[in-house]
């Protein structure tokens, strides 16, 4: 017999082993887990729903130390603990989210709220760059409060955070510090706007030459890649010059097959319509009849494995292009998604195009950002130098 609440064993009479779990695992079904995944999850739920009948715990009493001592009931290997961690930690988040169980204890408020609010609502900004700011937000103001900041606070911060760090570390701390003692300025929080204590970390956009890939490289890679979402996801990048981001951002809805056209969510809120060219519109809809599942996702493009959801952030699209190129045997240092932008507007660059056109076709909103085109690589010049005058012949 179980207590008012509690978990039944599997076999007992109807309780949460027969009601929820089953229900959990349909859930999980739904969003494409493999049958022989559920199998594995199923397994640690029900060992779990006993481990808890035993206890004689009450379902609404289940929280993440319950988890936590489940886990450690008996010696394992890391990989096991983990796995059976994510399961329960997926299983309690069901339970909570069907109100069987109370949701944790509100914790703290996070001291970086409002700004992070301001950066979003007012500022417009993109998600991973709010991402970037409110790190440095949060330790500067467990460093100091506004009511006693000054300049020697400031610089004796930055002083203390970027000792051994990187040049764009420094750079991406400074940025969020300016703009964090501006929106304390505004909002009446500091007296001044201390902003101007804050140095600049120069970053020399002309300091190298973009790199960029071959119109020859560009087919290379799409041509060896055989998954049908993959192969979009390229065609996006290398046509219509997307970012990553606006690739992961892309719903269902915005492709107008009718009017051949796509709506693409860029950087501050904005939306542009490209139009759908054959080729991407071919592969779009081919991975959508015959490689995207079922899912609740308006998202285009889904995980692989599940959950089947939309992709987490541009980091999935840089690893679908790293790959790509990988094939190919190209091994680019850094900005994996960003090289068809670049290459993009070097062809165009190269064949007479103006600043202004190739800034529309980017769909830039500073005509400086696209300046970076303008250089050209040494092998270029090497075709119209003239000899040193007394070199040798």
Not at 264 to 281: H, N
Not at 341 to 358: F, K, L, V
Request: glycine fraction near 6%; proline fraction near 5%.
């Amino acid at each position: 017999m179980t207590t008012n609440g509690s978990l039944a064993s599997e076999g007992g009479h109807p309780g949460l082993y027969d009601i929820h779990i089953n229900s959990f695992l349909k859930r999980l079904r739904a969003e494409g887990y493999a049958k022989r995944t559920l199998r594995k999850k199923r397994s640690v739920v029900a060992c779990f729903a006993r481990w808890i009948e035993k206890k004689r715990l009450a379902v609404s009493d289940i929280d993440e130390s319950h988890l936590s001592s489940f886990v450690k009931r008996s010696p394992m290997k890391k990989a096991r603990a983990d796995f059976e961690t994510a399961v329960l930690r997926l299983f309690l988040r069901y339970l909570r989210a069907e109100a069987v169980c109370s949701s944790p204890p509100s914790g703290e408020v996070d001291p970086a709220q409002p700004y992070v609010d301001y950066l979003r609502k007012e500022r417009g900004l993109a998600k991973n760059s709010i991402l970037v700011y409110a790190p440095f937000v949060r330790d500067f103001l467990t460093y100091a409060s506004p009511e006693t900041l000054d300049a020697q606070v400031i610089q004796d911060f930055l002083l203390d955070r970027i000792r051994n760090r990187s040049s764009e570390y420094a750079r991406l701390l400074t940025v969020a510090l300016r703009s964090f003692l501006r929106f304390l300025h505004l909002r009446g929080e500091a007296p001044t706007d201390f902003s101007s204590a804050v140095p600049v970390v120069r970053k020399w956009s002309q300091a190298r030459i973009t790199p960029f890939l071959s119109p020859d490289e560009v087919e290379h890679i799409i041509s060896g890649t055989s998954c049908g979402r993959d192969r979009a996801i390229l065609l996006l990048l290398a046509r219509l010059g997307l970012r990553a981001g606006e690739v992961v951002a892309l719903e269902l809805g915005d492709i107008l097959w009718r009017s051949g056209e796509i709506v693409i969510r860029g950087k501050g809120r904005m939306q542009d319509r490209l139009p759908l060219l054959e080729d991407v519109g071919e592969a779009l809809a081919l991975y959508i009849r015959d490689d995207r599942s079922a899912s609740s996702s308006r998202r285009v493009f889904l995980r692989v494995y599940a959950p089947r959801v939309g992709l987490a952030g541009p980091a999935a699209v840089g690893h679908v292009v790293r790959l790509a190129l990988g094939r190919a045997g190209l091994h680019p240092d850094r900005g994996a998604a960003h090289l068809f932008r670049h290459s993009i507007a070097t062809r165009m660059i190269r064949h007479g195009a103006s600043i202004a056109e190739i800034s529309e076709v980017l769909r830039h909103r500073s005509m400086g950002t696209t300046q970076i085109y303008t250089k050209v690589d040494f092998e270029s010049l090497r075709t119209v130098a003239r000899p040193w005058p007394g070199g040798a012949e």
